[in-house]
Structures are given as C-alpha cells and as structure tokens.
C-alpha cells in the first residue's frame, strides 16, 4: 500500500472523490455470492457475500453481509463483516459490525463500529523516548 502523508492522503481522497461511479447496485437488488469490481461502485441494494474491488460507496439504504477488501470504503449504511481498506471513512449514521484494518480511518460522530479497529499499523514507528521494549 506504501507509505501516505497527510497531502498524499488529501489528494487520494480527492481522486476517489471525483472519480465516477462506473456500477451501482440498485436498492431493488439483493445479491447473495461474491463481488469483484474494477473503478468506483455504489451498493444501494443488499449484498451477502464478500466484496473485492477498488471505491467502494455504501450508501445509506446499502446493507452488506460478508468480508470486503478495497482501497477505498465509504460507508453510509450498514455493514457485518470485516473490512480492509486503505482509505475507510465511516459517515455519520453508518453501522459497522466487524473487525477492520485501514491504512487511513475517518470517523464521523454518530457513526457506530463494533468490533476490532487496527490503523495504520505498518506505519507506526516508535517514538525517540521509546526504549522499544513492547514486542508485539
């Protein structure tokens, strides 16, 4: 995934933002099985089943059932499962239940997440004042 600074960051949200929705799932659909997709995809529908691709959209009537990995995740509705993505923003009423991993976590207050939270864990470096005895 490689190392982000903040700008870096800033600026590969701003790609995934303005990037365009290239499938959407419509809210009369529900999909049982696994996704795999290329570029932007909005779920407005029901998924059970795991989800591999690039942006991934959950909009607010989306529910997802089942483990997803993307680079980026932004989440309106509601999701049980795990979660790995580079770039996780949890908006304000979305409900994650499941462990996640993000290089980069945004939470919005009155989102709820239940379950392991792991960020940025390849890039954390010890401070000077740390005698590095903590052998995790």
Known sequence: M????????????????SEVISSIIDKSMTITGGITFKGKAR???????????????????????GDIVVSSFNCY?????????????????????????AGSLTVESGAA????IKVAVDHLKPTDHDSGTSND
Do not use: P, Y
Request: charged share 30%.
């Open 113 to 116: 997440i239940q379950g392991e």
């Open 77 to 101: 509705g509601a999701i049980e499962g795990n979660i790995k993505a580079s770039l996780l923003t949890a908006r304000k009423n979305c409900s994650i239940n499941g462990k996640l991993e």
């Open 43 to 65: 779920i407005d529908g029901v998924i059970n089943g795991n989800i591999e691709g690039e942006h991934l959209v959950l909009s607010e009537s989306g529910r997802i059932k």
């Open 2 to 17: 490689g190392m982000f600074t903040k700008s870096d960051m800033d600026q590969e949200m701003k790609k995934v933002e």
